[in-house]
DNA sequence: ACATTTATGTCAGCCATGTTGACTTTTTTC
DNA sequence: GAAAAAAGTCAACATGGCTGACATAAATGT
């Protein structure tokens, strides 16, 4: 960041040292400016390892998402993937384009319902996206080593607050049903005849 | 995000039971997949509250940080704004030249420097801007609430953690900053005379 | 059998917000 | 008095949202 140097109207320095406990009652509670702030940066710092990798294949944060969520749910619909996504399908179309075009993904119409088209990583993007976990992965873990023993679940709790309480559900049923699968898949590898 | 129907290749039901405890060893570290997820979901919602707000005067999400960051260090120079936007003058150009006209954002000339535009809110930006400040800290209040008791100690160790190392003693220098500031500005208003 | 609905895709155009590059004006600094 | 710094501006472009309108194939309901 360049070491900011706002010059402040009060250059007063230390603020009175007895000063009183808050006159002005805030009546709304305490407001959570740097944690706004922090989540401000930490969410940019996130999202800016993808995007250098993307910005080589010309690609951007959308085809990210993209990616990571057909990863998680390999053989999802369309229809899925624009309701976590939320945007139209117009905007999807564009990146799922380009993704499909040059090879990252593969849309295969469903087999009961062939009007469905069901996306599957190639190889190719298989790889890329295990690039972006692997790196987010590695800043999450550091993080969390960082701020004690069980940083993680209270994150995770924390984050999940965080969610608007009608999404909160379905979104942890999401990320259980991806996990499972993972696990499903996993085991298959582990017995080949299977 | 109404419940999405993601109808997995592994239709087996639940995962082996005593499955073995991964035999391929995550050469990289586990990777944190449900994080990475809660946290696209928790940052959307966060910074949607704010966007709505904003859409209503035609402003959008740059209108926003803009006012977040003028509020927090009334007096700021416009290459302070840069560097902590991280965006070019010409991008931060057109948003404040929107926010100075229609009277959101006062940009003075500078005493010492009369180079410099030192921004500063109006009433009416103050106003906007407590908005955000109080449905974003409630929405934090709430989540950290249930996150069990040290939560905001952890989860601010682990925001200023998730910040690449080398922006993280200025980030925090400049919350320190703008905390000391409002002290010192809250204290000015309890004893008028002054 | 036929009408309707669903899943997907596509064309055209608009908006917000990022980018580069070039250039100007004012003011300070050396 | 030259050089550097702070700010602003014009033009052009990219990305990724959006709306509206429409097309096609396949499933579903009566």
Chains 1, 2 share one sequence.
Do not use: C, W
């Amino acid at each position: 960041m360049a070491d900011i140097n706002v010059s402040l109207t009060a250059r007063t320095g230390k603020s009175e040292p007895g000063a009183a406990p808050r006159l002005s009652p805030a009546p709304e509670g305490e407001p959570m400016l740097d944690l706004i702030e922090l989540l401000f940066f930490a969410y940019r710092n996130f999202v800016s390892d993808p995007d250098e990798i993307l910005h080589g294949f010309g690609f951007g944060r959308a085809h990210h998402r993209v990616l990571h969520f057909v990863n998680r749910h390999p053989g999802m619909r369309v229809t899925d993937l624009l309701d976590i996504l939320r945007i139209t399908k117009q905007s999807l179309g564009r990146v799922l384009r380009e993704l499909v075009d040059q090879g990252f993904i593969d849309s295969r119409a469903g087999a009961s319902d062939r009007r469905q088209r069901l996306l599957y990583l190639t190889p190719k993007g298989e790889a890329l996206t295990q690039e972006f976990v692997a790196i987010q992965s590695r800043r999450l873990r550091r993080a969390l080593e960082e701020s004690g023993g069980d940083a993680r679940d209270v994150v995770r709790r924390f984050l999940v607050a965080m969610i608007d309480p009608e999404d909160r559900s379905p979104t942890e049923k999401l990320i259980a049903r991806a996990d499972q699968a993972v696990e499903a898949r996993s085991a298959a590898r582990s017995r080949p005849a299977g």
